[in-house]
């Protein structure tokens, strides 16, 4: 599980929110704050390696290659029209993973023969934080995305725990998350029932 942070979706701070997911048993976040300044994306960045680290967890940093080499992240994630990856690999080297969101097998391709380590692609689903990139996929454009290139894909867009089987069918390597988790009245507790059915 591949949980995406966005601190609107939560009622407590989002340091606590995150530490309340890595307890349930997250291992990988993309810190994903588009409207913060850089300076307390750094700060907020550097807070968040420190808290990873103490978990054993993954940070990816969403678009900010710069912010990423900073704190010594594990990776970088690139939007849509974000830095191109051959040339973010230029940056940071083999080390680093880079992660693409991808809304189509064209797109999924393209990154994959760039030299992206994964992708995410959707939305799969319904849900309102990915209304922009136009109507769900569904499972089918997925199971198509996952046929056809090797590199890991994670479903993102509405995915819910019943939806996971379905998800898992169709090739995807893991799951994306927002406020599937993080808008859960009790953070912990949703993450491990996530955790759960993915095993």
Excluded: C, W
């Amino acid at each position: 599980i591949y949980l995406v942070t966005d601190r609107r979706q939560l009622s407590i701070p989002l340091l606590e929110g995150i530490e309340e997911a890595l307890k349930g048993g997250i291992r990988a976040i993309q810190l994903r704050e588009k409207d913060l300044s850089v300076r307390e994306l750094l700060v907020l960045a550097a807070e968040l390696r420190e808290l990873t680290s103490r978990y054993d967890a993954r940070l990816f940093i969403n678009d900010r290659v710069d912010v990423a080499m900073v704190v010594e992240a594990d990776g970088v994630h690139l939007g849509a029209g974000g830095m191109p990856v051959d040339s973010v690999r230029r940056l940071i080297g083999g080390e680093m993973l880079i992660g693409v969101s991808t809304h189509s097998l064209g797109d999924a391709e393209a990154a994959e023969r760039a030299g992206a380590d994964f992708i995410t692609f959707g939305p799969v689903y319904e849900t309102p934080s990915k209304m922009k990139y136009g109507p769900p996929q569904g499972p089918e454009k997925l199971r198509k995305v996952a046929g056809n290139i090797r590199i890991p894909v994670f479903a993102i867009g509405g995915i819910k725990k019943e939806k996971i089987g379905e998800v898992r069918d169709a090739g995807a390597r893991g799951i994306a998350l927002i406020s599937g988790i993080l808008a859960s009245d009790s953070i912990n507790k949703e993450t491990e029932e996530y955790v759960r059915s993915m095993s």
